[in-house]
């Protein structure tokens, strides 16, 4: 592609040569191809500006950059390199994302199972969807793996890229605080964007919980989205409904979207949904009042897209499971194994709420602590399992650079239910299984989906699911 086609949409100065030809696009030095045009990024602990000599030996034929520096090469000078790629990224893409459906679910929690439960209405009424989130890309009946929730620019906009060669028109997208403080979302408008929830996450990177609601916050406007769906039960939804016009929904009712009768048991929910005084009976085998939540977004956004209430009804009565939120197990001696992806304060309690009220035994947690995450949500966490938990087992989740022992402290910190520490979190899974009888319950929360450890800057292959499946073969 032509540089000036590239920059269609991007306030710049150039200086250089501009008559070349752009053949890739790259943010990484290692991944530098003869051709490929070079974005400056800033980050916490490094400046890519720095790096343009590596990145200009190696083949590339400008750099994107915030301020001119001292080469005679091609330098595009921007306002906001990451601004700058994300549109990029698009016109490189022949701008697909424009002529798509996009979907956007924002929130701390449920974006996943939002974006689950929303794929399966739109499916269940004929519609070629697909989805970018936590656990992965989803088109054509086929699933691969990505590395973050929302990707960077260059990798979305090329699975969009792909989707679309797919006939595919409509793409749900997990949107992350950090996709929006970063400006991955420039350049895209979405059709309609979720809001499910705010809760303590992240505050490693935003500080405090008030730039963080910011954040999430100033996402809902004209330049990122055309129709909003705000769960107002929230209070950080209260403030986006007053600020933009949407559409509004609910568990306790005064909503254009709301849930009543309302009852929740071990085998699932079921609840009558009032959609603009239109109603329809859910039945579905999710479980807890969170997903009552997912089940209320997803709904409240097909009906606003002008999917009959009846094909709301039987895709959410067809959806058995969500991978990783909630998964079910039981173990040979009648024991029950739930792997679910809590890793907030608030997440927890969500989960571990339904569990006690549905367990008849004791209630068993295997949980840990993202290393060089947020360190303050810790004890938070531990208050949360130690609420709920007859017997709690401290373990790794995704310790990184940290040790696993500090982190391991910082969760006693706040723990003040039964507890024992066992770093090696398949084994402390199995420990949780060995003790478990008949009528008890083991969480394993943390991971949901995943296949990896984070440990050293290596993913190592793991699984909780794997782990409970060889346990229940044995």
Same mark, same amino acid.
């Given at each position: 592609?032509?540089?000036?086609? =590239?920059?269609?949409?991007?306030?710049?100065?150039?200086?250089?040569?501009?008559?070349?030809?752009?053949?890739? =696009?790259?943010?990484?030095?290692? &991944?530098?191809?003869?051709?490929? +045009?070079?974005?400056?990024?800033?980050?916490?602990?490094?400046?890519?500006? *720095?790096?343009?000599?590596?990145?200009?030996?190696?083949? @590339?034929?400008?750099?994107?950059? *915030?301020?001119? +520096?001292?080469?005679? #090469?091609?330098?595009?000078?921007?306002?906001?390199?990451?601004?700058?790629?994300?549109?990029?990224?698009?016109?490189?893409?022949?701008?697909?994302?424009?002529?798509?459906?996009?979907?956007?679910?924002?929130?701390?929690?449920?974006?996943?199972?939002?974006?689950?439960?929303?794929?399966?209405?739109?499916?269940?009424?004929?519609?070629?969807?697909?989805?970018?989130?936590?656990?992965?890309?989803?088109?054509?009946?086929?699933?691969?793996?990505?590395?973050?929730?929302?990707?960077?620019?260059?990798? +979305?906009?090329?699975?969009?890229?792909?989707?679309?060669?797919?006939?595919?028109?409509?793409?749900?997208?997990?949107?992350?605080?950090?996709?929006?403080?970063?400006?991955?979302?420039?350049?895209?408008?979405?059709?309609? #964007?979720?809001?499910?929830?705010?809760?303590?996450?992240?505050?490693?990177?935003?500080?405090?919980?008030?730039?963080?609601?910011?954040?999430?916050?100033?996402?809902?406007?004209?330049? !990122?989205?055309?129709?909003?769906?705000?769960?107002?039960?929230? *209070?950080?939804?209260?403030?986006?409904? @007053?600020?933009?016009?949407?559409?509004? !929904?609910?568990?306790?009712?005064?909503?254009?979207?709301?849930?009543?009768?309302?009852?929740?048991?071990?085998?699932?929910?079921?609840?009558? +949904?009032?959609?603009?005084?239109?109603?329809?009976? $859910?039945?579905?085998?999710?479980?807890?009042?969170?997903?009552? /939540?997912?089940?209320?977004?997803?709904?409240?956004?097909?009906?606003?897209?002008?999917?009959?209430?009846?094909?709301? #009804?039987?895709?959410?009565?067809?959806?058995?499971?969500?991978?990783?939120?909630?998964?079910?197990?039981?173990?040979?001696?009648?024991? &029950?194994? $739930?792997?679910? /992806?809590?890793?907030?304060?608030?997440?927890?309690?969500?989960?571990?709420?339904?569990?006690?009220?549905?367990?008849?035994?004791?209630?068993?947690?295997?949980?840990?602590?993202?290393?060089?995450?947020? &360190?303050?949500?810790?004890?938070?966490?531990?208050?949360?399992?130690?609420?709920?938990?007859?017997?709690?087992?401290?373990?790794?989740?995704?310790?990184?650079?940290?040790?696993?022992?500090?982190? #391991? *402290?910082? $969760? =006693?910190?706040?723990?003040?239910?039964?507890?024992?520490?066992?770093?090696?979190?398949?084994?402390?899974?199995?420990?949780?299984?060995?003790?478990?009888?008949?009528?008890?319950?083991?969480?394993? =929360?943390?991971?949901?989906?995943?296949?990896?450890?984070?440990?050293?800057?290596?993913?190592?292959?793991?699984?909780?699911?794997?782990?409970?499946?060889?346990?229940?073969?044995?």
């Amino acid at each position: 592609m032509r540089l000036q086609q =590239l920059l269609v949409g991007v306030g710049c100065k150039i200086y250089g040569n501009d008559d070349v030809e752009v053949t890739s =696009l790259c943010c990484d030095t290692s &991944k530098v191809s003869r051709g490929c +045009l070079f974005f400056c990024l800033n980050g916490k602990n490094y400046d890519g500006h *720095e790096m343009i000599v590596k990145a200009l030996g190696d083949g @590339a034929v400008g750099v994107v950059c *915030e301020r001119k +520096l001292d080469t005679e #090469a091609l330098q595009i000078v921007v306002p906001s390199s990451r601004s700058a790629m994300a549109i990029c990224s698009k016109n490189f893409n022949d701008c697909v994302a424009d002529k798509m459906k996009i979907v956007s679910v924002v929130g701390t929690n449920g974006k996943t199972s939002t974006s689950y439960i929303l794929n399966a209405i739109l499916c269940r009424h004929g519609i070629d969807c697909g989805v970018i989130g936590t656990n992965g890309v989803f088109f054509g009946g086929k699933k691969y793996s990505s590395s973050l929730t929302t990707p960077d620019p260059i990798e +979305l906009h090329n699975w969009l890229k792909l989707m679309y060669l797919a006939k595919v028109r409509s793409v749900i997208v997990e949107v992350s605080a950090h996709a929006i403080a970063l400006s991955k979302m420039s350049g895209i408008c979405a059709e309609a #964007a979720i809001f499910t929830n705010f809760s303590q996450d992240h505050l490693d990177y935003f500080g405090t919980m008030q730039k963080y609601a910011e954040v999430k916050k100033s996402y809902f406007c004209r330049d !990122y989205v055309r129709n909003a769906v705000v769960n107002v039960d929230d *209070e950080l939804g209260k403030q986006i409904a @007053a600020d933009c016009p949407c559409v509004t !929904y609910s568990a306790k009712g005064d909503a254009d979207v709301f849930a009543e009768n309302v009852k929740v048991t071990e085998d699932g929910i079921i609840f009558v +949904l009032n959609a603009f005084g239109q109603k329809a009976v $859910i039945k579905s085998r999710l479980g807890g009042l969170f997903n009552v /939540y997912n089940i209320l977004a997803a709904a409240a956004c097909a009906v606003a897209m002008g999917i009959p209430m009846e094909i709301v #009804a039987a895709a959410v009565s067809e959806l058995d499971k969500i991978d990783g939120r909630n998964e079910k197990y039981v173990l040979p001696n009648g024991a &029950k194994i $739930i792997v679910d /992806y809590a890793h907030t304060p608030d997440g927890i309690d969500n989960v571990l709420s339904y569990l006690r009220d549905n367990c008849n035994g004791k209630l068993i947690v295997v949980f840990g602590c993202g290393g060089n995450r947020d &360190k303050f949500k810790r004890p938070l966490m531990a208050k949360a399992v130690s609420k709920y938990a007859d017997f709690a087992v401290i373990t790794n989740d995704n310790p990184r650079y940290e040790d696993p022992k500090t982190i #391991a *402290e910082d $969760i =006693l910190y706040g723990m003040s239910c039964p507890c024992k520490v066992v770093l090696n979190r398949k084994q402390a899974t199995e420990y949780a299984a060995s003790v478990a009888e008949s009528n008890d319950v083991v969480a394993v =929360l943390g991971k949901g989906a995943e296949r990896y450890q984070e440990v050293r800057n290596k993913k190592l292959p793991y699984s909780d699911s794997d782990t409970v499946l060889e346990l229940i073969n044995r």
